[in-house]
């Protein structure tokens, strides 16, 4: 029958969210060059492992094609992946919810003793950004980070707190958006320019046969508070995701 839809079982409210997809207020853009390069840069940095593993007669045909300057650049308020809905700030202003707040756990070397530290950093989503490659799409987060310095703590019940007002490492604000962990900030009712980092569970019943959120979750649970996340240090080896520019972290 016309203007009937079919009966079948109903699309789930989160289709899809375990892929990548754009949600809200997609645009063309033309980003400035040094936004373009930060961009960029970190596209090819996170190839440098696949790169380095290949043959030098057989180059995969997508890594080249990363070499080159995108055929488009595209800008989102909202976006679904890793099992989180991202927004921007912006967007995040026009909401009831925050989905804006992001935490990357990340790698740097300590050169002189050949090993790696873990660091945990956290951050607002300012933008929401498609790199099309034509074969490959790339998202990514540009945020502005806190400075692990002077804005990250963790207080005496163990709980981390960040000081938003701090911003650091300016000349490198995007993150790959499949890196990215959803996480929440309360005020700290003791010290109001302090917030506290309370994980987040990803929406992810009804995607790719999903129906059991704590049974997915069971290998790779987080604490429904941020305990002080510790550095840790692993002996220096191949690695997807190497930062060589920061030094925050200590040796356990």
């Given at each position: 029958?016309?203007?009937?839809?079919?009966?079948?079982?109903?699309?789930?409210q989160?289709?899809?969210r375990?892929?990548?997809?754009g949600?809200?207020?997609?645009?063309?853009?033309?980003?400035?060059?040094?936004?373009?390069?930060q961009?960029?840069?970190?596209?090819?940095?996170?190839?440098?492992?696949?790169?380095?593993h290949?043959?030098?007669?057989?180059?995969?045909?997508?890594?080249i094609?990363?070499?080159?300057r995108?055929?488009?650049?595209?800008?989102?308020?909202?976006?679904?992946?890793?099992?989180?809905?991202?927004?921007?700030?912006?967007?995040?202003?026009?909401?009831t919810?925050?989905?804006s707040?992001?935490?990357?756990?990340?790698?740097?070397?300590?050169?002189?003793?050949?090993?790696?530290?873990?660091?945990?950093?956290?951050?607002v989503?300012?933008?929401?950004?498609?790199l099309?490659y034509?074969?490959?799409?790339?998202?990514?987060?540009?945020?502005?980070?806190?400075?692990?310095?002077?804005?990250?703590?963790v207080?005496?019940?163990?709980?981390?707190?960040v000081?938003l007002?701090?911003?650091?490492?300016?000349?490198?604000?995007?993150?790959?958006?499949?890196?990215?962990?959803?996480?929440?900030?309360?005020?700290?009712p003791?010290?109001?320019?302090?917030?506290?980092?309370?994980?987040?569970?990803?929406?992810?019943v009804?995607?790719?046969?999903?129906f059991d959120?704590?049974?997915?979750?069971?290998?790779?649970?987080?604490?429904?508070?941020?305990?002080?996340?510790?550095s840790?240090?692993?002996?220096?080896?191949d690695?997807?995701?190497?930062?060589?520019?920061?030094?925050?972290?200590?040796?356990d």
């Open positions: 029958m016309d203007d009937v839809a079919n009966i079948g079982l109903p699309q789930p989160h289709q899809g375990l892929d990548v997809v949600t809200i207020g997609c645009k063309d853009v033309t980003p400035t060059n040094d936004d373009f390069e961009a960029q840069f970190t596209v090819l940095q996170n190839m440098t492992y696949k790169v380095i290949m043959s030098p007669t057989n180059v995969d045909a997508d890594v094609r990363l070499g080159y995108p055929r488009r650049v595209l800008q989102y308020q909202g976006y679904d992946i890793n099992g989180y809905t991202f927004y921007t700030k912006q967007q995040d202003d026009k909401s919810v925050q989905n707040r992001v935490t990357l756990i990340a790698t740097t070397t300590d050169s002189s003793r050949m090993t790696i530290v873990k660091n945990s950093y956290y951050g989503v300012d933008e929401i950004w498609e099309d034509t074969s490959v799409v790339i998202p990514l987060l540009k945020c502005k980070w806190v400075d692990n310095t002077r804005g990250v703590k207080d005496s019940d163990g709980f981390t707190c000081n007002s701090t911003n650091g490492y300016l000349s490198d604000p995007f993150i790959l958006a499949k890196q990215a962990t959803q996480v929440f900030y309360v005020k700290d003791k010290d109001k320019r302090w917030h506290i980092v309370l994980q987040c569970k990803r929406s992810i009804g995607v790719d046969d999903v959120e704590d049974e997915y979750n069971k290998f790779d649970e987080l604490p429904p508070f941020s305990i002080g996340v510790q840790t240090d692993d002996v220096l080896s690695t997807l995701y190497l930062r060589f520019d920061h030094q925050e972290g200590h040796e």
